[in-house]
Structure formats: C-alpha cells, structure tokens
C-alpha cells in the first residue's frame, strides 16, 4: 500500500486520533517489530551481480567502453535560467528559511507553476551544453585521488531554484537517489538502492514555531501544508502528494509575521521546510506526560569494583537542575544484585529508605506511590541518595546480577506515566528471567568464515520492550564491560523501545581513564540534551511510492506509525523504498515527516520536515543525482539485517554486489563510447571505496579477531546514527596535523580553526618525519612519526624528543604556542560535531593501538582483506563479464 497518500479508506482501519499522528489509545494494535524486520530479502533487487569468487583473479583488461550520451530533454522557457544552485555558503545552517520569508508580493500565478505543473525533466542537465560534472566519467583503475579536500557534499536536486532555496536540509531530510526514477523497472535497472536517510529530531540553530488554533492539512491524506502545495488561488491549494484540491481556512488568510490578510502563500508553513508546530488539544488523546526520569543501576561485585557507580552519582549531582522538565518532572532509582532494591524518597522523610524485594520471580512494587517523586519537591533526598549510594555498595561480595527482574520492576513503575529508564549494567545477566549463558568462542573471533550469535538468544528483552513501547517507557542501555555480555539479546530492551545503547568495553576507573572522561562527557550531554516523550512519527510519500522497510530504533505501529516513547536529538532513521506506480504525469514527488512528541515542559509539538525532488525517464539523470553517502548508509542498514537474517557471508556479498551491479549498469546503459578501465560517474567515484570500507568495517570484516559485543554494537551504530557519524566509523578521516597554518582557516565564535587537507587511507600517505590525525567517529588517533619534527613535539605534546611520546596519552597540554593552539582548535572543532565523545590516543609505533590505526588504513592489503586496488581490479573483473 502506498504509504498514507491515498484517500480516507486507506485510514479505516485507524482512529482519527492516528489520522492526527496521535496512537495512544490502540492497545488492539500489537506493534510489529521495526528494525527492518518486516522485509528479510531486502537485498533482492540489488543483488544482480555474480557473488565474490574465491582467490584474486590477475587483472584483464575489460572490453572498450562508450562515452556519454548528451541529449537531454530540454526546459520550458520559465526555467532557462535556474541553473544557479545554492552555494556551500547557503547550506550551513540546519534550516534555510528564505532570508527574507515575507517581502516582495507573488502573483498566485507563479506559485501556480509549483512541483505539480513542472516539465517532464527538471534535470539540471538540460540546462549545460556538456556532460555535468557529477556525470564526467572516472577511471577508477587510473585516478587515485579521488577524495575531495573537505566534506564531501550531497548532491543538490535539480528543482527551479526557487523551490531549491527552501528544500529541507539534507543534514535532516535526505534520498539516496535526489532524481526519482519514473518506473520501478528504472530503478531496477539503475540497480541503485531507493530510500530516505532522517534526523528528523536534530538541534537546530534556526527552527520557526507555528502557534495557530488551525493546522492545515489534507483532507484526503493528511499532509501538513508546506511550501511545496499548489495555490490555485487564495481560497484554494493542492497538495503535493495526493493532489486533492482542499479550502484554505479563513484564519490561514491573516499572516501573523507580516501581520497582512490575503496572502496564504506568504504564511510561515509555506515559507519553510522544517518547521514546528505547538498542537492544539485535539493532538492529545491525554493530558501531556511529565518528564519522569528512573535510574536502574548493577550493584554488584563486579560493577562496584569498575568505579562506575562514583561517576553516575556525581554526575547526576552536578547535571540535576539541568534534567530537562517542568515543575512536574518525576525522578526515581533501583539498584540491583541478585535482589532488586527500591529507594523510598517521600518528601518527609529524613533520609532515603531502601526497599529490599528478594523474590525476583514474583517482583512487586513495595511501596507504589513513593518510588517516583517529583524532583522539586525531593530534592534533597535525591541528593543525599546521590552521594551515599557508591559508599552504600562498597563492601559487597554479591556477584550475581538479576537484570530482567530490575527491568521487570521498572517497567511496572513507569507504566501508568511513562518515560525513560536509564539502566547501567556491568556483566552478564545470571538470575531470575532474562538470564543468559556466554555464547561466545574467543577461538572462533577470527577464523570463522560466519559468525554466529549475531540474533538475540532469548527474546524476553524484545517482548519487554514491546510492553514498554506500549506504555511510553523508552530504556537507554549503558553497558560498561570488560566481558563478554550479549549485546545481541541486550540490546533488544532498548532498539524496539526506542532507546539508545551506549557501550564501554573494558571500562575501568583506574586502568582506563580515557574510557571514564568518554563516559562522563557522554553522560552529561545524555542528561542534559533535549527530549520529547510519548511520540509518534509518520512519513508520508507522493502517490505512487511506497515505504517498506524502517531502520532504527522504535516499533513499527500500523503499517507507517513509528511508535517512539522517547525522541532524542541524536538519534537517525532510514527507509526503503519502491515505486509502486509509474510517475509518467509528475514532474516532481515529494517526501513528509512529522514528528509529533510531548516536549519536557509539558508542550505537545508536531516537528514537520517536507522534501521535493524531479521525477526524470532517464538512467543518466538517475546517476547524475545519486548521493553514494546515503547510498552507502542505507546499504549498511541492509547489511546488518542481512547478517542476522541470512548470514554475515551473505550480507558481505550482497554489498560488493551492490557495487559491482550498479557500474555494470552504469557502463552498458549509459555510457556511449567503449573503453577500457573501470569506470564510473563522478558522482559515484566513491561507492567502491566505500563498500571496501564496509567490508573492512568492525561489523562486516572478517578473519581479524573480533570481539562479539564489539561487532554487534558497530551493528547498532550503523542502524541508529545519523549518516553524518556513521560516514566517519565507515571511512575515517586523516588528516597532517604538523603543519597546520591559518591558510583557509575556518573563523568559528572568534577561534580559528585550520582546515588540513583530507588524506587517502593508506600507509604510504604517511610520512615517518610528519604527525597525523585519524578522525574515526568515536575515537581520534594522532599518530606521531619517528622523525617527526621536533617543533611538533616540543610545541604541541610539550615533549622534548619521540622516545618521551608515552604508550598511554590521551590529552593534548594546553601550552601558550600558536602550534598548541592550531592543534587543539583543530581537534576540538572535531569533537564539537557530534553528540558523543570521542576518544583521543596519541599514538607511535610501539603503542598497542598501533593496530587498530592501521587497520582503519581501509586503501591497504591485510593477511584476510584485499587492499583498494585488488577490490577494484575483482570488481572490474565482473563488470566486464
């Protein structure tokens, strides 16, 4: 079924409460797992190629190859001069409102000429005498350096360049293909992948709020009324994706920016692709949650000797009045050993009372309505709870664990508001339900062609989880482990409730101090970082494309309603799509998400992203348009499914595949003059990289020794990180750091921030007199040469020669060096990117984490993976057939 876009029937079987984003009153409605669960061959139509042939075939040159063709079809006269695409500058910023949203009057008649009414081909093309660069053919086999000095881009949409200005940003809102095909045979033939990549609750530095007793939408399929709807004229507008022709209501006929009655098409909704609204009460099925907060902590032996315990409490401690909530917002605690323990903090008592329940087969609450209090009222038992409870703890030689009953516990606490548990577990469970036995073979790390144990081995963390989806409980997972804990089964509790999993192996307050500033700077941004409760998300489509399969955390609830108890501004989506009808009469589709979510202070909110992009009939304008960064994050998605489905072996496979079957259509359909080499489109130049990058990538490789919590939480991220993180785990960046100069600096709130040059992944860029920054996401390795200049160490490391560098540094002094400045500038504009913190290791070639710096050298031959140069040459091999 298309998704939602077709008249009210497709409804029925939904209340009008779902009609309005709202789900909360359908306990008939048993969610099914999201996840990309519903589709298990989700490959299928990319997997065209022949599979991966054992050893390495020597390079035959393949049969000559064609030159494009350049006969695009041409614009109508209105749009001869759109070829003005924004710049970089443009796209800075999250939201792009127009930069003056409400001047200079339109005739309707131009608005007229909107998505719905535009010419057969919007490509950008048509509008050049030559090939467009992201169509100029690359030899693989002869250009090396193919990586751009910065960022790499996502392609612009080729849209006249009015409605380009206000598309959503692709940092929020973006396709794999920003040229939709016509046909599903097109896109099959392209063998390119369809799908959308969100960040539908990101921090945005400009978001325009919407407070009005009437929100516009659709009568038909409930779209949001956004800057891509038709007006006929000013009483009446079409919508963008079903086309029915619906009333403007009088109250939209007053702009309250301009203050100006008679202009709808001028009205903020219309001016912006992201904007959100504060929702009337017809959005609430019931009176807007509290934020209510319950902490779930492991106690025993094992966890109190990590240290663990000192950090959260005093984290806690300092963050407390930065919790986001109102004056309603609920805190409580349960600590766990093989006994569940409850914290009575009723305002009046002098001190907290702890609640010991010792039958974990039968968990009760002992004292309902006092184990969640308002953190306003009780604050100073908080406290003192706080500071005592690592002292409380100290002496124990309890080392059992009984997590499901503690979760068990939790549940039942926060079932009748809702809200977030934030568990922190040490080890593997061993008591009560939920127990688990080690799965892992240490002997089988490396040598195992398939891994096993990638699927959950109990699946009461899922059902749970769904229980808890149901009652608007979300669980975040801190996992803080030196052994092996089974993440596999773990994780469920938080992927199909729509929480995070944080994961911190060989955690150790004294052995790793590295590893205790990560947790203390993640857990800050945890505590402090904006929340929405109770929500729900809907992505809406043009007639004729439907979604099939969600990636992510969250439930999928009736067909296209992502359940999400919790939203969090770090967390990233992913759909597939296909085309089920044939697009010949647009000339445009369009894509909507609308978040709808319980902010902190009690607001109900709907957060609305809108895109558009042209429809086009022709391979080459879908390869002038494909965005191979959110080609490859989606194929990652894929992958991970893949693996637990079928198997890791498969899933490699299918991914080099996905490479192979795309230039191999890319050469026989497109290009017009044969020759010899690989080749491929600019645009794509990229795509093999990358899935060798995949293939080497902690969740794919094989035959190097692998931890299984490790593997399966590289899973986790690629399925749950928005693309701009997850580009940087797939395929780092290097960087030289010792010779930084302001030339091309950055100037960010008065810091200049250098811009080095990003290197290619092999060792033979690096030079033995030079230092080198490695940008991997979630760790940074600075890799010191032996000859380095002495200059670097004395002004940045403040080391007086290479044998002073320790095997153990991790922070960069703050020495008064223009040198220190640059490279600390440099590093912490990095880190300021994303919501997490990484690690940073300063490395010379004795350090142990040589290794894994090297390995992150993805262009470079090891024992069991074929470097750059030998994957293009098989890939070759196969396109030539």
């Not at 046909?183 to 945005?204: C, E």
């Not at 959110?630 to 299918?654: F, G, P, Q």
């Not at 220190?820 to 004795?846: C, K, M, N, Y």
């Amino acid at each position: 079924m298309p998704a939602q876009c077709g008249s009210d029937a497709s409804y029925a079987s939904h209340t009008e409460y779902e009609n309005q984003e709202n789900d909360f009153e359908c306990p008939g409605h048993m969610p099914t797992p999201g996840n990309g669960a519903q589709v298990p061959n989700s490959f299928d139509h990319l997997e065209m190629g022949p599979k991966m042939a054992g050893p390495l075939p020597p390079q035959q040159p393949g049969p000559p190859t064609r030159h494009m063709g350049l006969s695009y079809p041409s614009l109508p006269p209105g749009y001869q001069n759109t070829s003005a695409l924004p710049t970089a500058a443009t796209m800075q910023h999250p939201v792009q409102p127009s930069t003056q949203p409400y001047s200079h009057p339109q005739p309707y008649q131009q608005h007229s000429a909107g998505p719905a009414q535009l010419s057969p081909s919007l490509s950008c093309l048509s509008l050049q005498s030559q090939t467009p660069e992201s169509l100029r053919v690359v030899n693989l086999l002869q250009e090396r350096n193919l990586l751009p000095l910065g960022p790499v881009t996502p392609p612009t949409p080729c849209l006249p360049q009015d409605l380009q200005k206000i598309n959503c940003h692709p940092e929020v809102f973006r396709s794999t293909l920003t040229s939709i095909p016509q046909t599903q045979s097109l896109l099959n033939k392209a063998k390119l992948p369809l799908g959308l990549l969100l960040h539908p609750f990101k921090d945005l530095s400009q978001l325009p709020v919407v407070t009005s007793s009437t929100i516009v939408r659709c009568r038909s399929c409930r779209t949001y009324i956004n800057p891509f709807v038709t007006f006929l004229d000013q009483r009446r507008w079409k919508c963008n994706l079903c086309y029915r022709v619906n009333d403007v209501p009088e109250e939209f006929m007053y702009n309250p920016v301009s203050r100006s009655y008679g202009e709808p098409h001028k009205r903020p909704e219309v001016q912006n692709a992201t904007l959100e609204f504060i929702a009337p009460s017809e959005y609430m099925l019931r009176p807007p949650q509290p934020a209510v907060y319950l902490i779930v902590l492991d106690v025993s032996h094992n966890a109190v000797e990590t240290g663990y315990l000192d950090v959260v409490c005093q984290s806690l401690l300092e963050n407390i009045n930065a919790l986001p909530g109102d004056s309603r917002t609920k805190i409580g605690f349960i600590t766990f050993d093989s006994t569940i323990h409850f914290y009575n903090l009723q305002e009046g008592l002098s001190q907290p009372q702890m609640l010991i329940v010792s039958d974990i087969e039968d968990i009760f609450l002992p004292t309902p309505d006092s184990l969640l209090v308002n953190l306003n009222e009780c604050k100073e038992l908080v406290q003192d709870l706080l500071r005592s409870l690592p002292q409380m703890f100290g002496k124990t030689m309890e080392t059992q664990c009984a997590l499901g009953p503690a979760l068990q516990a939790a549940f039942k606490l926060l079932s009748a508001t809702g809200g977030r548990v934030s568990v922190f577990q040490t080890q593997l469970p061993s008591l009560g339900v939920g127990a688990l036995k080690s799965r892992e073979d240490p002997n089988q790390r490396a040598s195992a062609k398939d891994i096993q144990h990638l699927s959950p081995a109990t699946d009461f963390y899922k059902k749970l989880a769904l229980d808890c989806s149901g009652q608007q409980v979300a669980v975040d997972l801190f996992l803080l482990s030196s052994q092996y804990c089974d993440l596999a089964s773990l994780g469920c509790i938080s992927r199909y409730s729509a929480g995070s999993v944080y994961y911190y192996p060989s955690y150790h307050q004294q052995h790793n101090p590295a590893g205790v500033e990560c947790f203390q700077k993640d857990l800050k941004r945890y505590l402090t970082r904006k929340i929405g409760f109770e929500a729900v998300m809907r992505i809406r489509c043009s007639k004729g494309l439907s979604i099939h399969t969600f990636h992510g955390n969250f439930f999928v609830r009736s067909t296209d309603l992502l359940s999400l108890p919790n939203v969090n501004p770090d967390a990233g989506f992913a759909v597939q799509m296909s085309i089920e009808e044939n697009l010949v009469d647009m000339q445009s589709v369009s894509f909507q998400a609308a978040l709808l979510y319980t902010s902190s202070k009690g607001e109900r909110r709907i957060r609305v992203h809108t895109m558009c992009l042209p429809v086009v009939n022709s391979l080459s304008d879908i390869f002038a348009g494909a965005d191979v960064q959110a080609i490859t994050c989606l194929l990652a998605s894929m992958a991970v499914d893949r693996s637990v489905t079928a198997s890791l072996s498969d899933a490699r496979d299918a991914m080099t595949n996905a490479s192979i079957d795309s230039l191999t259509s890319f050469r026989t359909s497109v290009l017009t003059i044969q020759q010899p080499g690989l080749l491929a489109p600019a645009c794509l130049r990229l795509f093999p990289l990358y899935i060798l990058a995949l293939l080497k990538q902690k969740a794919f490789r094989t035959g190097t020794s692998t931890r299984l919590d490790d593997r399966v939480f590289a899973m986790c991220q690629l399925k749950y990180q928005p693309l701009a993180y997850v580009m940087l785990m797939i395929h780092p960046a290097l960087y030289r750091v010792d010779d930084l100069t302001d030339e091309g600096a950055l100037n960010v709130s008065e810091r200049t921030i250098p811009q080095p040059r990003v290197q290619q992944l092999s060792v033979e860029k690096l030079s033995r007199d030079g230092a080198f920054l490695m940008d991997a996401g979630s760790v940074i390795y600075l890799w010191i040469g032996r000859n380095c200049n002495p200059n670097f160490l004395t002004q940045v490391l403040g080391l007086p020669n290479y044998a002073a560098v320790p095997l153990n540094m991790n922070m960069l002094p703050e020495l008064d060096t223009a040198e220190s400045q640059r490279t600390r500038a440099f590093v912490g504009w990095l880190r300021e990117q994303r919501p997490f913190f990484p690690i940073l290791h300063v490395i010379r070639d004795e350090s142990p984490l040589k290794a894994s710096f090297l390995q992150n050298m993805i262009e470079d031959r090891t024992e069991s993976a074929l470097s750059y140069y030998e994957f293009l040459l098989h890939i070759q091999q196969q396109v030539s057939k």
